[in-house]
């Protein structure tokens, strides 16, 4: 019987039957997978299996649903903020939403750490602690942010551009298009990955946030709206 192990975090889980739960996991080698906690419940400790945990899973491989035989924490992460646990709950449902399953994602799974450990450190509002990941994440599933024809070396401190989800950033000529805006110094901050020095980052969210939306088929992303 083969018995492998991943480095993981729990994104998901739920109740199967009387005892037992079905985790999904972001992995390091495997992308995200489901694994069976067969009666977990009834063994001391499981309450420590919880989100924003690194662990060493153990686990036999099956078609349909692998089996875990065992599992350490590896970090807790314990300097987190309770805003910033809300803000991974967000991430989470991204991750359980866009990533495929078993599909090697490593970039996927280091980003994620990276979130933990920045998020476990930082003093960032969370507004900055959310973009950070949006923006990566973005990039990683192939939806960054995009500049249409914009020369991006003549953009206009003094200007204003808007988002075209169809094109990409365009100079506001128009007040029709005025509305979400995004002033030129803002978007040579965002392209020098100077986010600490972006002044209107909510309105980059929202162009974000609809980004999401539209990926998900025009439904929100629930947990956007916690915060």
């Known amino acids: 019987m083969k018995v492998?192990?991943?480095?993981?975090?729990?994104?998901?889980?739920?109740?199967?039957?009387?005892?037992?739960?079905?985790?999904?996991?972001?992995?390091?080698?495997?992308?995200?997978?489901?694994?069976?906690?067969k009666g977990i419940k009834s063994k001391k400790g499981y309450t420590n299996l919880k989100p924003f945990r690194?662990?060493?899973?153990?686990?036999?491989?099956?078609?349909?649903?692998?089996?875990?035989t065992n599992y350490e924490i590896t970090n807790d992460y314990k300097n987190i903020k309770n805003s910033s646990y809300l803000a991974g709950i967000y991430f989470n449902e991204l991750i359980y939403k866009f990533i495929p399953h078993h599909e090697p994602l490593q970039n996927i799974f280091s980003l994620y750490k990276d979130?933990?450990?920045?998020?476990?450190?930082?003093?960032?509002?969370?507004?900055?602690?959310?973009?950070?990941?949006?923006v990566l994440f973005l990039k990683e599933i192939g939806y960054e942010i995009t500049f249409g024809n914009i020369n991006k070396?003549?953009?206009?401190?003094?200007?204003?551009?808007?988002?075209?989800?169809?094109?990409?950033?365009?100079?506001?000529?128009?007040?029709i298009d005025s509305k979400n805006?995004?002033?030129?110094?803002?978007?040579?901050?965002?392209?020098?990955?100077?986010?600490?020095?972006i002044k209107n980052i909510k309105t980059f969210r929202i162009i974000i946030k609809n980004i999401f939306r539209r990926?998900?088929?025009?439904?929100?992303?629930?947990?956007y709206d916690l915060f």
Not at 115 to 134: G, K, V, W
């Open 4 to 37: 492998l192990l991943e480095n993981s975090f729990i994104i998901h889980s739920r109740s199967y039957g009387e005892t037992s739960m079905i985790y999904q996991l972001l992995t390091r080698n495997k992308g995200l997978m489901s694994v069976l906690g």
């Open 54 to 68: 690194e662990l060493k899973v153990s686990y036999i491989p099956k078609e349909r649903l692998s089996l875990m």
């Open 115 to 134: 979130q933990m450990i920045y998020m476990a450190e930082t003093t960032d509002s969370i507004d900055l602690i959310f973009f950070n990941f949006e």
């Open 153 to 175: 070396n003549l953009i206009n401190n003094n200007k204003n551009y808007f988002y075209d989800y169809e094109f990409g950033f365009k100079e506001v000529k128009q007040n």
């Open 181 to 197: 805006s995004i002033t030129g110094k803002d978007l040579i901050c965002y392209l020098k990955n100077n986010f600490n020095s």
């Open 215 to 223: 990926l998900n088929g025009g439904t929100k992303i629930k947990s």
